[in-house]
């Protein structure tokens, strides 16, 4: 599968964006999707990850630093998956990327939090945020 990052941009502290990861393949239902993130000179940290779809249950989770304020969801009758992003901050400034695997269980991969969890990724989009 093929994943593609998108929906990023340069905006003000308090506005909203929508991050899209568009996915090439016919089983990316059977994937467990997270999105990165990585600010210059700073590891890559965890944002959020859903579970696999395919009618399915899902299981989200955020990390704590944007709970409340992100929303991750998936449409797979359009292969993607998205990170609502509101409430902006300047500290969320960095590189998102998504990445997937599958993970065919219920639930989200006990390595879910874990950027070598993933075999897939997307290139990165760029959020900026100013104060």
């Known amino acids: 599968v093929q994943l593609q990052a998108s929906g990023g941009g340069l905006v003000q502290a308090g506005s909203s964006l929508r991050l899209s990861c568009a996915a090439s393949g016919r089983t990316f239902s059977s994937y467990a999707v997270a999105w990165f993130r990585q600010a210059p000179g700073k590891e890559r940290d965890f944002v959020a990850a859903?579970?696999?779809?395919?009618?399915?249950?899902?299981?989200?989770a955020v990390a704590d630093s944007v709970k409340g304020r992100f929303t991750i969801s998936r449409d797979d009758a359009k292969n993607t998956v998205y990170l609502q992003m509101n409430s902006l901050k300047p500290e969320d400034t960095a590189t998102y990327y998504c990445a997937g695997d599958v993970y065919p269980n219920d639930g989200l991969p006990p390595s879910y939090k874990v950027s070598i969890g993933y075999e897939y990724w997307g290139q990165g989009t760029q959020v900026t945020v100013s104060s």
């Open positions: 859903i579970s696999r779809g395919a009618g399915r249950t899902y299981y989200t």
